[in-house]
Structure formats: structure tokens, C-alpha cells
């Protein structure tokens, strides 16, 4: 298929080349800024332009990897009637793209995308949607052409994913951190948690979280929990974290 | 070396193993409950007791594998001079054992013990501590016969590792938890999140979680942090948490 990429961020430069690579062809790129345009046009060997009016009107798909609040703005001025459109945003409901085409959906990968991020989207699952069996097709056609887990959900259970993955992705780097920061205070190298990290991870591949949480909370151990909160008293921003995350194991282990 | 356990719980039975594996001689297992003093002693082949002066006197070492608040009633009671004495826990300083012998030391894997627990400790490093020569002699031979990283550190320096391994498994596991909630309510498998877990820990391998942090805190991402929170009025116990941990990471964003 011949496809417009709108964007030239990360999530545009990993989907860019992974559908270049599984046989697409991409004819251009566009971005607001004509210097990023450029660079991602000159990864994949396509045309660039910074100006909405010359976007190419005979491709097959238009890919808005954009973020959230400049996908509204773009498609309150693009339209693409007779050609599918689709985005890539988690929390954005698929309708956002109703007035820029009659076909559309939306493909979106579960990965966190950074620049360390590996380009083989093999093993990544990917959620589609999509409003009609034409752009069903186009979009199931690119998403098997990268994973090969692809799955359909609603925007609502989309936006329910993402939060999903916020608790598990964000916020437990964001506890590795805050870990890291305890450990080094103390003059220890955050390293010597690794082993245990990985065990954790372990564990829940193949168990119900619920049903491997270990911890002083979990068996309500308030002699080691006051003895943390004391310690902790050093560290005020994560006090209250402990403390809530406490609460809410205890609540569970009842 | 001769051994005494006390205690016949998870890091009784995974120790005492695994001192047997490396060469060592467990003559007797002490627990108050006699039924499972004879499990683990049927188990490591050796005696057993629920009788404190019936202790085996001349054993080289006293190993104490029992919860916290157990130690210190055992403790109160039980003498061992001119042996070493060792115990397990985190959050308790070396010195509770002070009263029971001359030399004494700690032994802390840093594991979370249960059982789907791999009896292979190889790869777990093991945090030791002792009072003296002799005994930080029979507590290292202890810990590198089970473990290839045995690393010395205080009492304080224990009580924060604890702190730190808190937040990195047990808070971090309940965060799994959590959005395997969030998913099942929405009639998702938690499944589909295993890759992202899977990336997020290897990221920190080799990054500083610090510098791997994404999502909507980090990138101050308003719009969407707004829309997590209204459907998370549906989940009142994980609203505060997501409330919580997103301001934390948005402060070390600025």
C-alpha cells in the first residue's frame, strides 16, 4: 500500500520503517516542521513537506503518528475523502477522524518508544479498530505486516489498556527510581537489586500478581512497616508512597 | 560446618537446602510447632525439636530463620556462647543477637521467598554482616557456599536495602495487581501486557530508571492524565495511587 506519514517523532520513525520494511511503500512524510520532515523523509527514501496543501492526495493510507492535542489540530483541517485514515494514539477515541475521511481506524502498538527501543515489532502486540470493513482491512494489513499479535479493541477499552500499562510500565519505572535514589543515599548501587527485579518480573509471567505479592504489607507486618516509615522520613516525597502503596496491599491481603 | 535451624518456614527449608547442596551438616531443625520441625527434618534428613533445652549444644553454628517478632522471643531466651549465632532479617539490626552468644553475625539473601521459589540461589546476592573475625569467617563461608555475590553491608545499610527492594518487588508487583484489575473490568487479560512488562525491566538493565522514565507525567501530559482519572473514578482505591505517582514523576520531570 502507498502511504503519507503524518509526523516525524519517534512513533513515526519506528512505524515509518517497520511498514517499509514489510513491503509498504512510504511516498512522504509531513510534519509541521520542515527539518524533521526532512530527516525522517531521508531514512526512508520519500518525499517531505512541511505544508499541508502538497501532501500527496493519491496514496492509499494516511498514518497520523502525531501527538494527541496535534492530531486534533490536523484533522480539523485535513481531509482525504475515499482513503483510509488512521492514528496511533492510545487515549484519542477513534472518531476524532471522522471528518477527514469515511474510512478510518486506528493501530496501535503497546510498546514504550525511546530512543534505546529495539526496531523488531515482531512480538509487540498491536490494537486496531476501525469503522468499516474497507479500513478493517488496511489496518489489519499493516498491523500483521509488523506484530504478529494483533488485536481489536474499542477507543474505550483502548484508553483502559493505557492506563493499564501506565501502572505497569510508568509508574513501576518511577519505583524503580525512587528505589534507586533510597539505595544510593545509603551508598549502594542500585545493580544489587537486579537479580530481585527480575525475579518479580518472573514471577508474574506466569502467576496472577494477586496471587505472588510477598512483602510487609502483604503479611501486615506494622513492626517493619513503622521502622520504614521512620527511616524514611529522610525522603518525604516517597513517604506518603510507601504509605499509600501499604495501605492498599493491606487492603487486598484481608 | 554443623548446623542447627531454627525455624521450619519458606527460608528455613530454602537455606537449610541449600547449606545441605554446599556441604554442610544440619544436625537438628527447632520450631515451636513440632509437626513442622519433623517436615523440614524429614526433608534435610536430620533431628528435630520443639523443645528449646533440648537444642543440640555442640553444633558449630545457630541459624535462625524465623519471623521477626519470633526472633526476638527466641533471642530473650536461647544461649550459645562460644558459638555463632546468625539470623536472616532485613529490618532487624545484628545486634538483637548480642545477648545469646560472643559472635554473631547476619545472613540476608535478598529473595522473595515462596514457594514457586527456584531452590537455585547462584545468581541471589546475599548481604552478611558480622561482629567479629570468627564469626564474619563462618558467615562468609556460609553465604559464598550457596551464592557467587555476597556482599558486606550494615545494619542500617540492610534496613535500606529492605526499603529499596520494597518498592522495586512488592509495590511494583501490586502495581501489576492493579492493572490487572483495571484490565479485567474492561474484559482484558493481563496477557497483553507481559511484552511492555518484559521491555520496561530490561530497559533498566542497562539505563538508569531515571533516564528511561515515559508516559503522560513525564511528558506533563495533562490532557491525557485528566482522561485517566475520569475513568479511574471507577477504581476509588487506585485513583489516589495513579494521583500520587504521576505528581511524583512530574516533579522530577521539571
Given at each position: 500500500?502507498?502511504?503519507?506519514?503524518?509526523?516525524?517523532?519517534?512513533?513515526a520513525?519506528?512505524?515509518?520503517?517497520?511498514?517499509?520494511?514489510?513491503?509498504?511503500d512510504?511516498?512522504?512524510?509531513?510534519?509541521?516542521?520542515?527539518?524533521?520532515?526532512?530527516?525522517?523523509?531521508?531514512?526512508?527514501?520519500?518525499?517531505f513537506?512541511?505544508?499541508?496543501?502538497?501532501?500527496?492526495?493519491?496514496?492509499?493510507?494516511?498514518?497520523?503518528?502525531?501527538?494527541d492535542?496535534?492530531?486534533?489540530?490536523?484533522?480539523?483541517?485535513?481531509?482525504?475523502?475515499?482513503?483510509?485514515?488512521?492514528?496511533?494514539?492510545?487515549?484519542?477515541?477513534?472518531?476524532v477522524?471522522?471528518k477527514?475521511?469515511?474510512?478510518?481506524?486506528?493501530?496501535?502498538?503497546?510498546?514504550?518508544?525511546?530512543?534505546?527501543?529495539?526496531?523488531?515489532?515482531?512480538?509487540?502486540?498491536?490494537?486496531?479498530?476501525?469503522?468499516?470493513?474497507?479500513?478493517?482491512?488496511?489496518?489489519?494489513?499493516?498491523?500483521?505486516?509488523?506484530?504478529?499479535?494483533?488485536?481489536?479493541?474499542?477507543?474505550?477499552?483502548?484508553?483502559?489498556?493505557?492506563?493499564?500499562?501506565?501502572?505497569?510500565?510508568?509508574?513501576?519505572?518511577?519505583?524503580?527510581?525512587?528505589?534507586?535514589?533510597?539505595?544510593?543515599?545509603?551508598?549502594?548501587?542500585?545493580d544489587i537489586?537486579?537479580p530481585?527485579?527480575?525475579?518479580?518480573?518472573?514471577?508474574?509471567?506466569?502467576?496472577?500478581?494477586?496471587?505472588?505479592?510477598?512483602?510487609?504489607?502483604?503479611?501486615?507486618?506494622?513492626?517493619?512497616?513503622?521502622?520504614?516509615?521512620?527511616?524514611?522520613?529522610?525522603?518525604?516525597?516517597?513517604?506518603?508512597?510507601?504509605?499509600?502503596?501499604?495501605?492498599?496491599?493491606?487492603?487486598?491481603?484481608?
Amino acid at each position: 500500500m502507498k502511504i503519507v506519514l503524518i509526523g516525524s517523532g519517534n512513533v513515526a520513525t519506528h512505524l515509518g520503517k517497520a511498514f517499509s520494511i514489510s513491503g509498504h511503500d512510504i511516498l512522504q512524510v509531513f510534519s509541521n516542521t520542515e527539518v524533521n520532515a526532512k530527516a525522517l523523509a531521508t531514512i526512508l527514501k520519500c518525499e517531505f513537506t512541511n505544508d499541508m496543501d502538497k501532501i500527496i492526495p493519491n496514496a492509499d493510507v494516511y498514518f497520523i503518528a502525531l501527538k494527541d492535542d496535534a492530531i486534533e489540530g490536523f484533522t480539523n483541517k485535513f481531509r482525504c475523502l475515499g482513503k483510509v485514515i488512521i492514528h496511533t494514539s492510545a487515549s484519542l477515541p477513534m472518531d476524532v477522524l471522522k471528518k477527514t475521511s469515511n474510512d478510518y481506524g486506528v493501530l496501535y502498538p503497546l510498546q514504550t518508544f525511546n530512543k534505546m527501543m529495539k526496531l523488531d515489532l515482531t512480538n509487540i502486540p498491536i490494537f486496531i479498530e476501525a469503522n468499516n470493513d474497507k479500513s478493517k482491512k488496511v489496518v489489519t494489513l499493516l498491523a500483521m505486516g509488523i506484530s504478529n499479535q494483533v488485536i481489536e479493541l474499542t477507543s474505550d477499552q483502548r484508553l483502559t489498556l493505557h492506563i493499564a500499562a501506565v501502572f505497569a510500565n510508568n509508574f513501576t519505572n518511577h519505583l524503580y527510581k525512587i528505589a534507586d535514589d533510597i539505595l544510593y543515599a545509603s551508598g549502594l548501587e542500585f545493580d544489587i537489586l537486579k537479580p530481585l527485579i527480575k525475579e518479580t518480573v518472573d514471577k508474574v509471567m506466569s502467576n496472577k500478581p494477586a496471587n505472588v505479592q510477598t512483602g510487609p504489607a502483604s503479611r501486615q507486618d506494622d513492626k517493619t512497616i513503622k521502622k520504614h516509615l521512620e527511616l524514611l522520613k529522610n525522603f518525604p516525597s516517597y513517604k506518603p508512597i510507601y504509605e499509600l502503596l501499604s495501605e492498599s496491599i493491606e487492603k487486598q491481603s484481608k
